[in-house]
DNA sequence: TCGTGACGTTAGTATCCGCTAACGTAAGAA
DNA sequence: TTCTTACGTTAGCGGATACTAACGTCACGA
């Protein structure tokens, strides 16, 4: 999961994921969307091909690229982990502080 | 949510996170379960507070520090919504070779 | 075979980032 | 106040990385 985390945690490569989310597209396409050079956005589909979250298929001489969403399972399920006990605890606290409140009957909002 | 990202990139913060996550700690009590010095852990104390990860409070000279998290919830749209419209796609894809298959009854597994 | 289009790959550079060492700060205890 | 504890902050260093420029590779058509 470090591997995809990292992919993730460059802007660009989260906007690449948004253009292939959806449909496949060509490396020369995904680059006319951005101002860096073409060489620089093959780096970040290796990057991201590496780490699972995109496939590659050839066509010819084009490379085209996809979403690969099973790529995204471990760290969903790490931010899933931490999202359903850190709601468990708040439900926890919000009613104790109700039965605090309601046996005290003092300290408002 | 490009701070949090970027905070979760970094596998000792995650570890940190996994600490903070059922019980609250003191920065000292945090930093005495890696080999680092105390002033690293204290820098990423602050990333994770800055990305609104964990939260502080005071109590006399310590400060403690637990899992915030509603901080979580931008990362866990971002990985739901490709994890959602992945699967749907994946979905499709099955159901079409599956009736390719069955017309043609030709390449195998 | 030669040329062209579509990519990837390799230096080389500038920047970012995590770490340590040294210093500064705030809250009690003596 | 002085000492100690428990922190945060800064300066500086070394490694990782995102970028550009130049080169290499593969597929196809003339």
Redesign the interface.
Known sequence: M?AQ??A??E?RR?QI?ELV??QELAAGEIAAHFEVTRPAISQHLTVLKDALLITERRDGARRLYR????G??G??Q???A??G???A??KAEVEADAQTAEGRKRKGP
Chains 1, 2 share one sequence.
């Open positions: 470090d985390i990292k993730l945690a802007p989260r994921l989310r959806d979403v690969d969403p099973t995204l399972l760290l969903k790490f931010v899933d931490f999202w006990s850190g709601l605890r708040l």
